[in-house]
């Protein structure tokens, strides 16, 4: 199977000067490099069919990508332990280095009471500090957060996005 062209197909998509590089899908846990996940995946669905969480579907070219708005990541590894085509890497020492993101739709950054996201986090990444005057203002402690995506489904607003440390800079 031949790659495909993320430039020409952004293009084809409406999003002119959407490139890989500043934009690439979420990819599965263990993940190479974009252009080496490009080249090694063939796009053949293992890893889609063995994933527990269904968090895995087909995306642009048919190669696997995260979607997050039903269910989270468990890093289980049976995504990895089908792949064959060296895809994904279980030798890589993290899963990812995606981080959630918080936007300025979050309904605390407008002053009004939710917890949704810190419910659902279950490393505690993302806190709530009491403010003066009795509201909270909303944390997130990046080196807490795995990138599981547990807390975009339960988020009203959809304020919260994961994304790679490059993306979010």
């Not at 500090?129 to 547990?150: M, V, Y």
Request: net charge neutral; aromatic share 6%; proline share 9%.
């Amino acid at each position: 199977m031949t790659a495909v062209d993320q430039h020409k197909r952004a293009l084809l998509f409406g999003r002119r000067g959407t490139t890989p590089a500043t934009a690439p899908p979420v990819r599965p846990p263990w993940a190479l490099a974009e252009p080496a996940f490009l080249t090694a995946c063939t796009a053949c669905g293992d890893c889609i069919r063995a994933c527990p969480e269904a968090v895995l579907t087909r995306g642009a070219g048919r190669y696997p990508e995260i979607d997050f708005t039903q269910n989270a990541c468990t890093f289980c590894r049976r995504c990895v332990q089908s792949c064959e085509t060296g895809a994904l890497d279980a030798n890589l020492p993290i899963p990812w280095d995606y981080r959630a993101a918080i936007s300025d739709q979050c309904l605390l950054k407008s002053q009004v009471v939710c917890q949704s996201c810190g419910d659902a986090c279950e490393t505690e990444a993302i806190r709530f500090r009491p403010q003066p005057g009795g509201s909270l203002r909303i944390e997130l402690q990046a080196d807490l957060c795995t990138g599981c995506g547990a807390c975009l489904a339960p988020c009203p607003t959809n304020a919260i996005t994961i994304q790679s440390p490059e993306v979010a800079a």
